[in-house]
């Protein structure tokens, strides 16, 4: 051992056992600086090391910065006993850019505390750090030449070579059943960055082969004495889809791998429900509590994403999607199912969508299991039969309405569809901009507007494209109208407003309004005489009105004052359910503590006087 290293070696048992004799001596922590912190505290030569000289503690928001440098010199030391690991010094420098009385005076900058007391009263650690990298393996003294040759040392070691093992089963789905592969081929690659050959081409990952081996009878592979990196795990079987799995190797590790086969095929199944329309009191957009019935005829189709694929004698190319039909059309239930649709890794998960003239197109995500039905169920919401159309370039532009006709106060819910009947892909309107709905009376006047904001769109953004067969279906917020006017004209289109940028054809739909007159109060619930008419019953004690249904239909409730003013939040479509459902109508004491109730649905119309007072 050199003199420097004996000094040091000295120093540091004095040092310990000062520490000792303080801790013992007294119950309170003592932290004695400086501190030397190496990290990793055990590096290896695929490690990037840092070293933390801290000096001391002081106020937060002044503790110096620090000029660093250092050199690193090989010393030769006599090995009389093997193996003698190579010795290296560390030779540090460094220079404060403060001082610190000047902090301590109150100088320094008091951020981020909110005042100088603050400051001072926030102390932290500080001391000058260094990144020395990746290191050799052998034996390093860093030497603190500030502080008379302070030393502190450290090993570099090779690191150990790891094992990575694993087995080759075929992917089965969800199935619990584990079948090995034998004699797949499995290859240990290193990934690595090669330019492309032509100017200004992409970087492409290229693996080269670093071990490889072949699996047994019960589908086990091994590779010893790997270096710790990152890897690429290629495998191939006779009858199956080859697959590359990217393994970071820092220990021992295990892999598990599934392979599928060449000809693996998944089925999707399901029901294709008719929901209610938006804005349904009580029902949401789900098959759940908002199903009115099934659609038979419904085109159930599967389209797949195009995948991106790196060869590696080849240019990034970017794969269309996978040819072939594969659509059902659903029966008198409502029900369909899609067989043999092929399964592969990079496209596993694909878009199932239900396509109906006079419905909302709605899409799904699905993923393929082989062996494994996978069931996709849609709700459709209601078609809309009271319509108007415009044909342009074999594209046709609807506007329509669930309804020809609607009950003052009623929701009115309309839809604007485009459907693509050329050979050719269009475009609908930027997607940034607004959608545009006017209802206008019979004397021009505005009854409701939505949208017709001006909305430049930002750079870059484009129209939505739809394919040849296909369609887009919007659905505008629903509105109510209380006015007097005997019908209301309802023009829609998408995008910019007012000729402001690009925009669909505007399409303009008839719809009546009957102004309903309030019934005359009566202090009994009248039952209307009307099939599928629910009981309706007011229970004075709890201040709610019961409706009682024996089968599942959508209602319009209707409240009123005495002088003919609608209570909007007691009015609206309502979705029943078999059996009985309540309203609270405590809060309608306000009004006089008189009001009538309208109930209106198919085949039937039941009014409801209701007296709070009593």
Known sequence: ???????????????????SQSFAITSLPVVLYPQYRLTPTSPTTQDSVSFWLVKGTYSTSCVPQYSTSFKIEHVAIPCLVGPCPPFNEIILSYSQSLVLPLQAAGFCDPAPCPNVIVCMNTTTEYGPSFNFGKLPAGDYSIIDTTDNNRTVQFTVASPKPATVSGNVIEDMGTSKVLIAIKNAKVYLEKPQIYAMPMANGPMIPIDSIYDSTTTDAQGNFSFKNVGKDSYTLSISATGYQPKN??????????????????????????????????????????PVGCVVGTVEGCTVSVSFPPIVIFNKTAAQSLLPAQSGVFTAITNSQGAYAIDSVPITYANRSVTVSAIKDGFAQESKAAVL????????YFALQIPYVNKALKTI????YTTATDRASYNVGENINVRYTIKNNSSVTVFDSFACCSENLLATTTSGETAYRYGGIICPCPLGSQPVPIAPGDSMVSNFPAFTYTGTAPSLTITAKLGGSLGYGYSTPAVSVLVGINQATIPVVRQDVEKASGKNAPLVTYMRSSKTLAITSDRPQLVLILAYTLNGRKIAELSGNRFLNVGTQTIDVKNAARYNGIMVFRIQGEGFVETAPINLIN
Not at 393 to 396: E, G, I
């Open 393 to 396: 370039d074999n594209v046709t």
């Open 245 to 286: 799995v990217p393994v970071s190797i820092t220990t021992d590790t295990t892999v598990s791998i599934s392979l599928l086969s060449v000809n693996a095929l998944g089925t999707i199944m399901g029901t294709v429900y008719m929901a209610t329309p938006p804005g349904v009191v009580g029902c949401g957009y789900s």
């Open 1 to 19: 051992m050199n003199k420097r290293l004996s000094i040091c070696f000295q120093t540091f048992v004095i040092g310990a056992l000062f520490f």
């Open 369 to 376: 299991q082989p062996g494994q039905p996978v069931p996709v």
